[in-house]
């Protein structure tokens, strides 16, 4: 079983930045494969972005490359999407999950043990 808590979100303007946080525990963090999610009302929750074990590989939607960065923090069990020139199309709620070994990063059935998430509102 894996725990996981999302922080970071709130309110913010267009252009403005913001820090999502997934703290995570019961099993070896380090040897997890963890993405984030969102899910604006009315859409499918859609992948965001994606980070290694080891946090030496990360991919990344379209839509957010450039302005998002995934990181993680093995010693503090955290995982972390920092999120840059946010754009009112990028509110949502967002979420943390565990990649299974042998799904595929960019699809949200691939993840087991979502955190309950939170929620980024960027005003225009």
């Known amino acids: 079983q894996v725990q996981l808590v999302e922080s970071g979100g709130g309110l913010v303007q267009a252009g403005g930045s913001l820090r999502l946080c997934c703290a995570g525990s019961g099993r070896t963090f380090s040897r997890l494969i963890m993405g984030w999610f969102r899910q604006a009302p009315g859409k499918e929750r859609e992948f965001v972005a994606t980070i290694s074990e080891s946090g030496g590989k990360t991919f990344y939607a379209d839509s957010v490359k450039g302005r998002f960065t995934i990181s993680r923090d093995n010693g503090k069990n955290t995982v972390y999407l920092q999120m840059n020139n946010l754009k009112p199309e990028d509110t949502a709620v967002y979420y943390c999950?565990?990649?299974?070994?042998?799904?595929?990063?960019?699809?949200?059935?691939?993840?087991?043990?979502w955190g309950q998430g939170t929620q980024v509102t960027v005003s225009s």
């Open positions: 999950a565990v990649l299974r070994s042998s799904g595929l990063y960019y699809t949200a059935g691939s993840y087991d043990y």
